[in-house]
């Protein structure tokens, strides 16, 4: 087979990833013909490209996956080849035939390698079959719970039953204990059947902690396959990576080698070629398991690109061409570490929803030898929901990680983006937090730590400062409702005076999965208590509502205040702000044990407001230690109650389908033991 | 009313000084106070805490409303008194709000010594409980006390101000109509006993709560009966037997959720008579903050008084009675957080014209019923032929007379010095003042040091001089240092507080707290009816 002759490449694609094929193909000699949307038309891959044609529309179906329009086009201007880029229609098997169909060069595997790779099921099944490690777990089971049963005793545990048609956590239920299968199987079900409508579950190996590897391929026509090392892609929020490295760091190298060998082994039984990334999960203990091949170029290329000096799209056209590989794996080396963050416009704060905007001002870090930034920015960029909100990707490279991190971190601090919120300062957080320099990274991480990376960028000391100010405003406020005319009083003051002391005070902020005890002095809080206006909507015994503002930092928001029952404040903050929305909960912090700790936590308390959806036991039955009691549903979740010790349920104070509140006792457990000794006294 | 106008600079080197002295001597207090807040040894707490009983602090904590201020008194108290080290004398004392009442607080810390009773414990036990019959306050006693420290007991049991006295007070207090709550968070063995027994409604934890004239070991002792403490004495035997206590509790909290309930159901007058001045008042026109860089490192230097009013009273307004006469005393009315006072403030030492000047002016505020505030820093009155011969004893006494028969409450702080008679004539512990603060700089003696080696000095010398005899320099200024030493020791602001010679030593930023946070508390009983005397008299021009 002699190679083909490339003179000029459709780029079906937009945005950052086009503009980078473009670089590549100019260098080549090759002229880049650009294709848009009407949105599209003033983007920067239509002005860098050498031809460009309007797709006529604003809808990705009409446009930018419009395979009969592209191929159209691709054939009037007199295209030899086609880069699909990322996304859109780059693992599309009917695209890549309707490329051959026209005689043109799909610049990707073939049309079977994509469709084989692109459905789960079969690759599973494929991998599987040719000795390749997927991950244990078995989908279409017999809906019963003995069958579930038998499969959780097959996987073993820590594993999830959870929602075929599942996502968001629901329907979801993560079982450590084979005991526990039962419960999860009946709770799953419930939720499952009022989340999605559709009760299918299927079970699944649950991985503690675990790393998103994965291995970067290239093969050629001629039955060679070599691999350009690993990546760490774990750092992934709302199931997009966020921040990837290369290589994928303190991996052992029997392990990488191993991982490398049933890489290269796939893709041999495939027949692939060209560019591609498969996926794996691995364990604590070094076990990988297969998740999926990517049939094309990813958007973490650069990294590879950094540590082997290989650019992988001219890789790519050479492939598609008919080329051999230039290189045997011999040849290729792997140097220094480099790490990407992807600059996404999204709301961190918010559940890291895509931001929208218009760019008004940007200016981006020097681009070296070091630091790499692929982007399509412009000012006046209107960012939107139309398209991915990834808008830019600042990759840099180090003779160590260390290095690495610390020159991504320079980068990015010199990479100023306004007019719409980024995750530029998350992405910061992430790579300077403590555990990510130990490299103790996992696909958990960012959602373990969530909330020191948000608060880490947004000065937590300021913030808290804040919060704490409100809590005692609105306490101040709450005491002052009926007591207009002691509101001068020092002792109306709620400000827990202390004769000589240091008048600091402890207070405990809960937010999202963290929960933080800070110490502040009033001297801090005071400032801003004279900045914050309180409207007070009602007042209705122990809860109080009020809106307020603080004008110089344009914060707004509501604060609920409850009291407990013990009469201790408690107090729900939501808090907006140009920088996102978020919720905290605030309380005095107390050195003392706390009430329904004291009694050796044997009585129960409703861990918040709720319905009871399942009661297990009865008056005066013995439980064990673990053992699920009760179940309460709140916000379309479930929380169970077990049991913290083994012994018998006392006063059992709730039935199902009561509607509790939080701290109001349910049952207490009374230990074998107490029982004895009650009968002697 | 006219502002007082500051005088002082800022800027100047020897404010920079002062600043520093005094800020070192308010981070030495705050942080002994810290010490003693620890309370017991960890240990201790660790034995108390498995029990799952609160620590005292906690305890108060919880009984107070949220937010409230807890005006706490003289926790000092014992302060380096014994060979044992007893924390806050082993007990804490102190005024807060307690469902919306201003109540006092009586809390044993059992992590000291068992909470047994020592000398200062039972003195600073019936100090509270003075104070609470004075300004109507509602009682809370935290009984958690194994009663007596038997080793002191020829200290605290006989006499009329021991340990006896504080059951006479529960039973005089609640016949005057002022709450007495007790709960029983621990042991209340023997005479401790009568706490909760006498008071009005009493509350006892499950588990932790004992009370009985004699424990299990006496009881074997006396009569040969085996008994359990919980059989004995338990919160099960004396809310469903015995009837010694009316409400039972699983545990700390709930005891002292039942025992602000307790407050909350007293609708009694007296109960409710605290009062609230409805005007809004402004703050003192300069920072409280200033007063580190007027108070002087010795108390041979002076400093104006008017800087300190200046600093405490609200929008810095003073109205001066006599500013031209007497000019040693400062004597005018002003406002604290809107409670009018009458204040006395030293400004050099007292002359008869100073000494008569006050006692009209106390007369004054008695008619008027405004509550008197002493600032002391005085080292005395005149002395010398002159004032002797104009009869500066006789205008003293008016002083003296006027301040121990004034009806309206009075409130002491000394500021600095606090010698001889000026201690008399400015209200000082022994007349009476509801409440008697002191900066840690103040020092309290019969006299000063100096003077006191320099007349036993003179005394010494003349009687050898008699007999013939000589006295080598360098003995006599050994014999001169000893007496001062002792003094030095013996004035010292936390030597005073350690015996309750005061209720409290306090920062001097928290003065203008402190006395607004007591004159609400005097508000509650603002006219003590003592004997109404036959034979009032118009006020006396002096």
Same mark, same amino acid.
């Given at each position: ?681 | ?308 009013? /200046? =600093? #405490?009273?609200?929008?810095?307004? @003073? ?6 006469? +007497?000019?040693?005393?400062? &004597? !005018? ?72 028969? /004034? =009806? #309206?409450?009075?409130?002491?702080? @000394? ?6 008679? +000026?201690?008399?004539?400015? &209200? !000082? ?114």
């Amino acid at each position: 087979m002699t190679a083909k002759t490339i003179n000029k490449i459709l780029i079906a694609n937009r945005s950052e990833i086009a503009l980078r094929i473009m670089k590549t193909a100019h260098a080549m000699n090759i002229q880049c013909v650009a294709i848009y949307s009407n949105n599209d038309s003033n983007s920067l891959h239509v002005k860098e490209a050498d031809e460009a044609y309007p797709l006529n529309s604003d809808l990705a179906a009409e446009s930018y996956l419009n395979i009969n329009k592209i191929i159209d086009i691709a054939r009037t201007s007199g295209c030899d080849a086609i880069h699909p880029g990322y996304g859109f229609l780059a693992e599309n098997a009917s695209f890549a035939k309707a490329c051959e169909e026209a005689n043109i060069i799909f610049i990707g595997p073939s049309p079977s390698a994509i469709e084989l790779m692109g459905d789960k099921a079969r690759s599973k099944a494929f991998a599987k079959e040719k000795q390749i490690p997927v991950i244990p777990g078995e989908e279409h089971l017999e809906q019963n719970i003995g069958t579930f049963k038998k499969v959780a005793e097959e996987i073993g545990v820590p594993l999830l039953i959870k929602a075929s048609a599942g996502g968001g956590g629901k329907g979801m239920k993560l079982v450590r204990d084979l005991k526990e299968v039962e419960s999860a199987f009946n709770s799953a079900k419930r939720e499952a059947l009022s989340s999605f409508g559709d009760d299918t579950l299927l079970i699944e190996k649950y991985f503690n902690v675990a790393r998103h590897v994965e291995v970067q391929v290239l093969a050629d026509q001629h039955g060679n396959v070599v691999h350009l090392f690993d990546r760490d892609c774990s750092l992934q929020r709302r199931h997009q990576k966020v921040i990837e490295e290369a290589p994928a760091y303190g991996i052992s190298e029997k392990t990488r080698q191993a991982m490398f060998d049933s890489a290269i082994k796939l893709c041999k039984l495939i027949n692939y070629k060209g560019a591609g990334t498969l996926e794996f999960l691995m364990d604590e203990k070094e076990n990988f398991y297969l998740m999926e091949m990517n049939t094309r170029l990813q958007v973490e290329h650069a990294v590879s690109e950094q540590i082997t000096g290989i650019d992988l799209v001219r890789e790519q056209i050479l492939i598609a061409a008919g080329h051999k590989l230039s290189f045997t794996q011999k040849d290729i080396k792997q140097t220094g570490h480099s790490i990407e963050a992807r600059i996404y416009a999204e709301q961190c704060r918010n559940d890291f929803l895509p931001a929208s905007g218009v760019i008004t001002l940007f200016k981006l870090a020097t681009e070296d030898e070091m630091t790499r930034i692929d982007h399509a920015l412009q000012a006046n960029l209107e960012v939107g929901s139309l398209y991915d909100p990834m808008i830019a990707k600042v990759a840099c490279w180090g003779e160590t990680r260390e290095l690495a991190i610390n020159n991504l971190s320079s980068a990015l601090k010199h990479t100023q983006i306004l007019g719409v919120e980024t995750n530029r300062e998350f992405v910061d957080a992430c790579i300077q937090h403590e555990s990510f320099k130990n490299n103790e990274v996992s696909t958990r991480f960012i959602s373990s730590h969530l909330a020191e990376l948000i608060l880490n960028n947004f000065d937590k000391q300021t913030l808290f400062e804040i919060i704490a100010s409100l809590f005692e405003k609105a306490k101040q406020q709450y005491l002052w409702m009926d007591q207009e005319n002691r509101k001068h009083s020092p002792w109306y003051q709620s400000d827990d005076f202390r004769v000589n002391d240091f008048q600091d005070k402890g207070y405990r902020i809960s937010c999202e999965n963290s929960d933080e005890i800070s110490t502040l002095s009033p001297i801090n809080t005071q400032n801003y208590l004279s900045q914050i206006d309180f409207t007070v909507i009602r007042k209705e015994g122990n809860q109080f509502f009020a809106s307020w503002t603080l004008k110089a930092d344009s914060l707004y928001g509501i604060i609920q205040l409850n009291f407990t029952k013990n009469k201790r404040a408690i107090a729900e903050l939501e808090l907006s702000s140009s920088f996102g929305d978020f919720s905290f909960t605030i309380q005095n912090h107390e050195t003392g044990k706390r009430f329904n700790e004291q009694k050796g936590d044997s009585r129960y308390f409703a861990p918040l407001n709720g319905r009871v959806i399942a009661v297990n036991i009865s008056e005066g039955s013995s439980v064990e230690q673990g053992q699920e009691i009760a179940v309460i549903e709140a916000m379309k979740m479930e929380h169970p109650i077990k049991a913290k010790s083994s012994g018998n349920i006392k006063d059992l104070n709730i039935e199902i389908n009561q509607q509790i509140t939080a701290d109001q006792f349910i049952f207490e457990i009374v230990s074998g033991n107490e029982q004895m000794d009650k009968a002697d006294a | 009313m006219a502002v007082i106008e500051s005088r002082i600079s800022t800027k100047n080197e020897s404010f920079t000084k002062r600043r520093e002295f005094n800020s070192a001597l308010i981070k030495d207090l705050k942080e002994r106070v810290k010490k003693i807040k620890e309370g017991g040894s960890p240990s201790a707490k660790e034995k108390h805490q498995k029990r799952h009983k609160l620590l005292v602090r906690d305890r108060i904590r919880h009984l107070l409303d949220e937010g409230s201020p807890f005006l706490e008194l003289s926790q000092l108290a014992g302060f380096e008194m014994y060979e044992e080290d007893i924390p806050a004398g082993g007990i804490v004392c102190g005024i807060g709000k307690v469902s919306e009442q201003l109540c006092m607080i009586v809390a044993n810390d059992a992590c000291v010594k068992g909470g047994t009773y020592f000398p200062i414990t039972v003195k600073k036990h019936l100090r509270a409980q003075t104070i609470a019959e004075e300004n109507y306050l509602p009682c809370i006693y935290l009984v958690d006390s194994g009663g007596g420290h038997l080793p002191s007991q020829d200290e605290i049991f006989a006499d009329r101000n021991h340990f006896g006295h504080i059951f006479f007070n529960e039973a005089r207090m609640s016949a005057k109509g002022i709450s007495q709550i007790a709960v029983v968070m621990g042991s209340c063995t023997a005479g401790g006993a009568y706490i909760p027994a006498m008071a009005d409604e009493s509350i006892i934890v499950e588990g932790t709560g004992t009370i009985f004239l004699g424990g299990p070991p006496l009881v074997k002792a006396a009569t040969g009966e085996e008994v359990t403490a919980d059989e004995l004495g338990g919160a099960r035997v004396h809310s469903e037997i015995s009837g010694v206590c009316d409400y039972f509790a699983n545990d700390d909290v709930e005891a002292l959720m039942l025992a602000r309930e307790s407050i909350k159901n007293n609708y009694s007058e007296k109960n409710l008579n605290t009062y609230y001045p409805e005007e809004c008042y402004k703050e003192p026109r300069y920072p409280i903050e200033e007063l580190y860089g007027i108070i002087p490192e010795q108390l041979t230097q002076s400093f104006p008084a008017r800087e300190v009013i /200046a =600093r #405490v009273v609200d929008d810095s307004e @003073l109205h001066e009675f006599k500013a031209e006469f +007497g000019k040693t005393l400062i &004597c !005018g009315f002003a406002k604290i957080h809107g409670y009018p006072v009458g204040i006395l403030a030293n400004d050099g030492i007292l002359f008869s014209e100073s000494a008569v000047k006050g006692a009209h002016f106390i007369q004054l505020c008695n008619k008027r019923g405004i509550p008197l505030l002493f600032l002391q820093n005085i080292s005395g009155f005149m002395v010398g032929k002159k004032y002797e011969n104009e009869g500066i004893a006789k205008h003293g006494a008016k002083l003296v007379n006027a301040v121990a028969c /004034a =009806r #309206v409450p009075k409130i002491t702080l @000394l500021m600095g010095g606090s010698f001889g008679a +000026g201690n008399y004539g400015m &209200c !000082g512990r022994g007349y009476d003042p509801r409440f008697l603060f002191a900066w840690p700089n103040a020092r309290v003696s019969i006299m000063g040091g100096q003077q006191a080696a320099n007349v036993l000095a003179q005394v010494k010398k003349d009687g050898m001089a008699i007999k013939g005899e000589q006295w080598p320099e360098p003995e006599e200024s050994a014999f001169k240092k000893n007496i001062t030493d002792q003094f030095d020791k013996q004035s010292h602001s936390y030597y005073a507080s350690a015996r309750l010679w005061d209720d409290g030593v306090i920062d001097p930023c928290d003065t203008r707290k402190v006395i607004a946070l007591s004159l609400a508390i005097c508000s509650r009983n603002p006219d003590e009816q003592v004997q109404k005397s036959s034979d009032e008299f118009a006020v006396f021009r002096m």
